[in-house]
């Protein structure tokens, strides 16, 4: 999906690193943010996402790299630039919803235009506009902490877009609030960065707000970026197991490698019988090596015997569409879906069926020991 974004940069990263004594929580990292997209910066706990954004807004100073947007230099190690924060027109909006108990709606959302000095009728237009932005006509009198926590963060955000930033970054904007809430908040904010078609980078470590808000994610893992892809690129063709296991659901099964044929590779998985699946570019496989069958649960198959595998049903999950089952394969377990019937049959716990991989879905890596 490339709706409205141009391959012209906005804002540049170039080896950007910043240590905590020896400790290096973001490591020599490139990104490139286009104008108009939402570009999502996923990982898990303390991969260093926060840190990254800090360093873009000019929270924090990093040891190296340089930092661009459009034609200005907000950050260069060997130029010795640091524009700060409050110069980088960059609009931040925070997990915690940071609002003022003494100010109503209207004046927390103005507050960055009274800061920076605009004329008294701007203001009031501007500042109208954004709260209109974000669906608060009527609040305006409304002491800010007097609101939801979804409203909050509504004031939040049009705090962030009173001033019209070129870039707004939004660190978990949506973790404080229920489910609900948050999926509603995910389609407004789409629908808004959609009409203003602004650069908006999102921090998140859920993997269903990245996949679901983002042109475009980024991958960290231990301060570095694994992948960078849209979202169908990275569920489609994860390039290293990490990214594999963070993002959706795999059923696994190992094996060892009986035969290579080009882009193929023959598996036995002991017990259960012999597969074949496509041989990620990446990995190094030999016949004899273990190795890793992979494939998206969705794309099991039992209503055909191509490429399949004995397995036994040990428990079935009810989700309401499908059933979420635990498979012994081989004595292995192996978690996937399955329909709730097959071939007008229902499926029960303790039946033994054939499960079929299509081979071109199925995706064979390096062993994992376990
Ligand atoms: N001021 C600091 N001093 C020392 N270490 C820090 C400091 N700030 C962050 N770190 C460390 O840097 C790493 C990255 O932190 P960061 O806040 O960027 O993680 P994160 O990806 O945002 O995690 P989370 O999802 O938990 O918010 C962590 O290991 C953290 O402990
Ligand atoms: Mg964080």
């Given amino acids: 999906m490339d709706v409205g974004t141009s391959a012209e940069p906005l804002l540049t990263l170039r080896g950007v690193t ?13 990104l490139d943010i286009r104008k108009g997209e939402v570009f999502a910066l996923l990982g898990p706990s303390g991969c260093g996402k926060s840190t990254t954004l800090r360093i873009i807004a000019g929270l924090e ?4 790299g340089a930092i661009r947007l459009r034609d200005t230099e907000l950050f260069s190690s ?8 409050q110069k980088r027109n960059m ?21 960055p235009l009274d800061i920076r000095r605009a004329s008294s009728q701007d203001r009031t237009t501007r500042t109208l506009a954004a709260i209109k932005q974000v669906g608060l006509q009527g609040y305006e009198e409304r002491p800010a902490t007097n609101l939801s926590g979804g409203q909050q963060q509504r004031v939040a955000l049009a705090r962030a877009l009173v001033y019209e930033p070129d870039v707004l970054l939004l660190d978990e904007p949506f973790s404080n609030l229920d489910l609900r809430v948050r999926e509603q908040m995910r389609i407004e904010l789409k629908l808004l960065q959609r009409r203003l078609h602004i650069g908006v980078i999102l921090v998140t470590h859920d993997q269903v707000e990245a996949l679901s808000l983002s042109d475009r994610i980024a991958v960290m893992n231990g301060g570095r970026i694994e992948q960078i892809g849209t979202p169908v690129e990275l569920y489609d063709s ?13 059923a696994k099964f190992r094996g060892r490698v009986t035969a290579i044929d080009g882009v193929f590779a023959t598996i036995e998985v002991a017990g259960a019988g012999t597969v074949r699946g496509s041989l990620r570019t990446q990995t190094k496989l030999s016949v004899g090596d273990d190795a890793l069958l992979a494939i998206r649960p969705e794309q099991v198959r039992l209503d055909t015997q191509e490429n399949a595998l004995d397995a036994k049903i040990e428990a079935l999950l009810f989700t309401g569409d499908r059933f979420e089952a635990v498979l ?3 004595g292995q377990r192996v978690e996937t879906w ?23 879905s199925a995706t064979v890596w ?3 020991r376990t």
């Avoid at 100073?61 to 190296?64: H, I, V």
């Avoid at 609009?91 to 103005?110: C, D, K, R």
């Fill in 78 to 85: 060997k130029g010795g630039v640091l524009v700060p924060p």
């Fill in 91 to 111: 609009g931040m909006v925070f997990q915690s919803y940071a609002i003022w108990p003494h100010l109503n709606v209207y004046e927390t959302v103005s507050y």
């Fill in 366 to 368: 390096a062993g994992e």
């Fill in 238 to 250: 994860p390039r290293t197991p990490f990214v594999r296991d963070f993002i959706g659901a795999f």
């Fill in 61 to 64: 100073e990093p040891d190296e």
């Fill in 328 to 330: 012994n394969c081989g």
């Fill in 338 to 360: 399955l329909p709730r019937s097959v071939n007008g049959q229902s499926l029960r716990e303790g039946d033994v069926i054939r499960l079929d991989l299509p081979e071109n």
């Fill in 18 to 30: 910043k240590r905590y004594g020896s400790f290096a929580a973001v490591d020599n990292i490139d």
